[in-house]
């Protein structure tokens, strides 16, 4: 029996629920008291749950600049300091002292000198419960500090530092704070009635009487009323546990104790296997701790109540028989305490899992079993319930039992059972991917090695028997049935020797899924392989031509006779370890056919083979140097040929080319070959190689023939004009002279020159008559005679070029072009040769004086072509060309050449460009006697000459050409401006650079997207045409010709009778303008093309005529 608590409930207060309660522990919170204005102590204190105070009550201090003694012998309370000389030594004296908690009473020292007299108005240190406070003596001496701390016992040290006139002194105290509660811990058996008692008294230690004081347990607080005795008790009706009660006085001090409520229940949690009888046990006590006998409990598992009748020990006991799992079983005692304990259930039946696997990929399904114990159980069996089939398996040494799943592709359920126990898993069959594996292979015809073999093996490699593989190759297909594994074989047949593509696959069936595959079939006509490679070495260096000899599989065969014949010889080499056989080659230079063959013709291992074997000459060393001389002063340029050792090689012959002009000259004795040079002043370029069967070698170098160059062109003026002559002066290299004196003359004339920076001295040539006039000029530099030169030209007079003579040579020009499709040479006018800048000068002229009225006669110009141009594009219609003639006379007068291009508004036109516009400018006042509106500025590799000219290609006319807007002009079935067919146009014809492009891509898309329907005459026009997606020969015109004009292509009509495959009817198509030529586009039918028809006779049709707007 536990001891009974000594404290009534005087206030008969209701027990305390267990609804109000907290199951952590609970403990005092700490306090912190600070010193107040009235020099109380504050402390920070704490309790524990035996309601000790937690700190040592050991006061600590450690000064070290404050002139306290470190070290004091206390007696009778009271220290002395050591006497000093120079002052007056001190007493500091106090005494314990004892007081309640919080009841005002203070600790007091007393500081006196050593006669006995108080000291004042000094400061005294107090340390206490590890901290300092400093107070003041009064008159008496006295300096005093209220102590406000927790119960405990402390020590107290009182210290004066002492003065100039006072030493310093010290005193230690013990002060005890008694509590004003008291109370013992509380161990109880759960809802037996024992109480918990507390005794408060006031400051003085006499009993509080009837007042009002606090419990907190459990989070909970509770009020009672002390009674006569100071006593207030408390009733404990808390669930089992430990739990800590704080007490609590008015005057603010807690004091804590223990409480401890007991189970009036003793059991445990329980792990045991499936029905193996393990069973569960609880002990039931009565208030007082004694075994509830024969007693009515109760247990609470997985939903269902059970009575049982405790024994004479108070014990009651469950048999356990639920399946695997975790549970809560709760035991319930009369007195109503509860407890719920863990009741876990071990299945008997593990290691069980959801499968995914493959169709026959071997994977089996696996359960362990255990006994009662959790150890394996052998030699049992355990039944499989898949797919409605019951199966029987005995587990192994290691409980294992297993199936094997060899179920088709779908998703089941597996039962497995044992012993009263069932569990399920998932098993997910799925089609097993294959794969069919081959290889390359050499076949051989009508042998062994004619079979071909590939494999099926599933996705885990393992083979697939009995299953149907197909074979393709050479356009036949076979088949053959996979043995147990997986191996198909066919006999390969009918081929020739080369390399097949064969292809083999499985169809697949349920389970399996399809798969191909493809390998390359090499048939020989042997078992061997023999190859060689082209040689090129060059002549006696000891290359070798070699060949490997190897079986159809890359081994090499060893100790083999391979023959080789080159240049009619044979010769037999035998293989080495890696099949090699090898030839030294020591022939002349040249190119060879080398053939090998091993073993005899007509055997199954009989091959062959033949390469080229090329011979190079050996290269010798070949050594020449620049050369600088005079002209004809008798030297000679030198080589030196040597070989790889640099000795000189005699008689080699060496091919000298200058100027075109090849020499002959052999090597003396030294390896010198020489050439006797006597060319004019000037910079060449020597070349040299050697002329011999066996050795080659070449180089080059620079002679340079010191000296002048002077150089002059023929001249062309009019007579009774002046005109401009020059030369130019160079040095041997063709650097121009500056500053060079030139002398001129001409019929009798003597002029001078000097030459510029360029080196051209220029002279003013007075007017002459009509002819041919001879013109010399010289150079006498003041160095000496053998950089003096002289040259001869002619000044060409002839008379002025009339108007008809400019149209007469730009037709011929015109006609040239179109015929030839390039420019000219050169142009004869009025029987003269003139370059094709002069006539360009001449035909602007021409154009600008024609359309001022102005036709007097014209002088020529000199006027070089320009150096360099790029070709003339399709530009369009040019209306100003006026100006462009003027732009072409302003750029010859300033530069004396004609421009590589000039400006204009419909863009860049370059040279070949306003030769061939300005030859038809002209041309066409010759035929029409009036200037065009506009000239086209295109192409001379006009697009037009792509099309064959007949009679539905056929050249535009002048009159044509000229009034070009005609067939760009809307009409009433023409809808050239509806905004669907312009944005056709637009779309048909982007990123498209010529007109050809875009007039193919406009019939073509006509011809794919418009149906043809039967009827007579225009019903539809373009745009319902383009709409119906449907039109007969007018409306599908209509349609075409408005896109064209659209894109800006100038189109027209043409009406005829054609001959179909029917017989001969009416018919109408389109022609588009391509540079100069009208070309054919007819989009009725799918075999006609831009410029071709295919779908009636061109040569047999009858004409009707031409329309810019179809009449009908």
Known sequence: MLGSVCAADLNNVSDIENSNLIQDDNQLSYQNLE??????????????????YSGSG??????????????????????????????????????????????GTSYNVKLTDIDGNVLTNQTVSFLINGKLYNRTTGSNGIASININLGAGKYTVVASYAG???????????????????????????YKNGTQYYAKFVDGNGNPLINTEVKFNINGVFYIRNTNGS???????????????????????????????VLSTINSGDMTKYFKNGTQYYATFYDDSGNPLINTTVRFNINGVIYERITNDKGTAMLTIALYPGSYILTAIHPNGESKGYNIKVLSTLIDNKDINMYYMDGTAFTIKVLDGQGKPLANTTVNFNINGVLYGRVTDENGIAKLNIKLYP?????????????????????????????????????SINSNYTVTLVDVKGNPIGNKTVYFRYDNKQVTATTDKNGNATITISGLKNGDYNITYGFDGVEGYCSSSSSSILHVVNSTTILTGNDLTMVYNDGSEFKVKLTDLYGKPLANKIITFVINGIAYNRTTDSNGVASLNIRLDPGNYLISYYYSNKGALDYNNGSNNVIITKQTLNVEGKDLVMLPKDGSAFEVKITDKNKKPVKDIAVLFTISGVTYTRYTDQS????????????????SYAINDTFCQGSGSNMILVNGTII????????????????????????????????????????????????????????????????????????????????????????????????IDASKVVKSFIESEGKLPDSVLINGESYTLAQFLYLAAIATININNGDFSDLDSKDAANPDNYNKCGNLGNLVDYISVAQSIIDYVNANGKAPGSVPSNVGTITFDGLVYAFARVVAFYGNNQQLPAYVTIKSIDSESSQFVINRVNVKATESELANINTYLQPTANCQVNDPTIVALAQRLTAGLSTPTQKASAILDYVIDNIAYAGYYDTTRGAKKTLTDKRGNCCDQAHLVIALFRAADLPARYV??????????????????????????????????SLGVIKNWNINTFTFKSYYTSLPF
Not at 63 to 71: A, C, D, K, L, T
Not at 236 to 260: C, Q, R, V
């Open 230 to 260: 100071g006593i207030a008790r408390l009733n404990i009706a808390l669930d089992s546990g430990k739990y800590i009660l704080t007490a609590i006085h008015p005057n603010g001090e807690m004091f804590a104790n223990n409480i401890t």
């Open 671 to 686: 390896g010198v070959a020489k050439l006797n040079i006597n060319l004019n002043v000037g910079y060449y370029t020597i």
């Open 410 to 446: 779908n998703n089941y359920i597996i039962t497995s059972s044992y012993n009263g126990l069932e569990v399920s898993n998932r098993i997910n069959v799925s089609s097993s991917n294959t794969t069919i594996i081959g290889k390359d292979a050499h076949v051989i015809m009508d």
């Open 1055 to 1088: 009406h005829g009778t054609c001959t179909f495959s029917s017989g001969p009817i009416g018919h109408v198509w389109a022609q588009v303008l391509i540079g100069d030529t009208w070309v054919v586009a007819d989009p009725v039918s799918s075999r006609n």
């Open 35 to 52: 010193v107040s204005s009235n020099g109380s102590i504050s402390d920070n204190y704490s309790y524990n749950f035996n309601g000790e």
């Open 163 to 189: 003065s100039s006139m006072y030493g310093s002194s010290s005193v230690t105290s013990l002060v005890e704070v008694l509590s004003t509660i008291s109370a013992n811990d509380v161990v109880k058996f």
């Open 711 to 806: 150089t002059a062109d023929d001249i062309n003026i009019n007579a009774g004009t002046n005109g401009t002559f020059s030369v130019k002066l160079t040095d041997a290299k063709g650097n121009p002279i500056s500053g060079a004196s030139i002398k001129f003359y001409y019929e009798g004339i003597t002029k001078n020159a000097i030459t510029n920076a360029e080196g051209i001295a220029t002279i003013t040539v007075d007017p002459l008559g009509k002819g041919d006039y001879p013109i010399a000029y010289y150079y006498y530099p003041t160095i000496g005679g053998n950089y003096s030169n002289s040259g001869q030209s002619y000044i060409h007079v002839s008379g002025t070029i009339s108007i008809a003579n400019i």
């Open 58 to 103: 050991v006061i600590k201090s450690n000064y070290e600049n404050n002139n306290v003694i470190g070290s004091q012998q206390i007696s009778n309370n009271v220290v002395i300091s050591e006497p000093q000389s120079s002052v007056s030594n001190t007493t500091l004296s106090g005494n314990d002292t004892t007081l309640y908690f919080k009841n």
